[in-house]
């Protein structure tokens, strides 16, 4: 019974998600390449847009899942991605740390995310991303990412799965809008582009 409940609570959970972001403002798109769509949304009382990035790659869903699921092996492919661990894992929730490389003068950034896991019904799979900066101490050198939330939703699609990649994040600390601009672009385009190439890889 508390299991069946906990299922439901998580599934409203990543409903709530999912439709906010849909909700979120107007998506404009910025990029369009390579069969990879980026758009991009204001967010109501931040000055930092949400991102969405939307490619078909053709690999089996339990393909992409292995390769998100192997975290340290995911900075080669997540964009700008310095380094990455594995903090907790616990059923269907885990906690990861990522450092981010960042441009000249930007102070590099790393993040703390709550990621819970939910298979729906249909096959697809949706991973929440939950920003948590207070679970590990400040890194020395680095600045924490005060607040992430977004998803991933990948669906099967006959012998190819769609990729659905949303985030918005409040960067922390002082960064420029030359960066935060060319970031919000680059950062759905180059991972789903690099996730795309090591899937699809004989």
């Known amino acids: 019974m508390m299991r069946s409940f906990r299922c439901v609570a998580l599934l409203c959970g990543v409903g709530a998600v999912l439709a906010s972001a849909a909700q979120a403002e107007s998506w404009q798109v910025a990029k369009d390449e390579q069969g990879i769509k980026v758009s991009l949304s204001e967010v109501s009382g931040s000055t930092y847009k949400a991102y969405r990035g939307v490619a078909l790659i053709k690999a089996p869903l339990a393909r992409i899942k292995a390769l998100q699921e192997d975290v340290a092996g995911a900075c080669a492919w997540i964009h700008e991605c310095k380094s990455q661990r594995l903090l907790k894992h616990e059923g269907d929730q885990s906690w990861t740390y990522t450092q981010f490389n960042t441009p000249w003068p930007v102070t590099p950034r790393d993040s703390v995310l709550h990621v819970t896991t939910v298979q729906e019904a ?3 799979l949706v991973r929440k991303l939950e920003g948590q900066p207070a679970y590990l101490p400040d890194t020395k050198g680095f600045v924490r990412v005060s607040q992430v939330e977004g998803f991933w939703r990948l669906v099967p699609k006959g012998d190819s799965t769609e990729v659905t990649y949303q985030v918005h994040t409040e960067p922390g600390g002082s960064v420029p809008s ?3 601009n060319k970031f ?7 991972t789903l582009r690099a ?3 090591r899937a699809e890889k004989p």
């Open 122 to 124: 249909d096959g697809s």
């Open 195 to 197: 996730l795309k190439e």
């Open 184 to 190: 919000v672009v680059d950062a759905p385009f180059n």
């Open 178 to 180: 030359w960066v935060a």
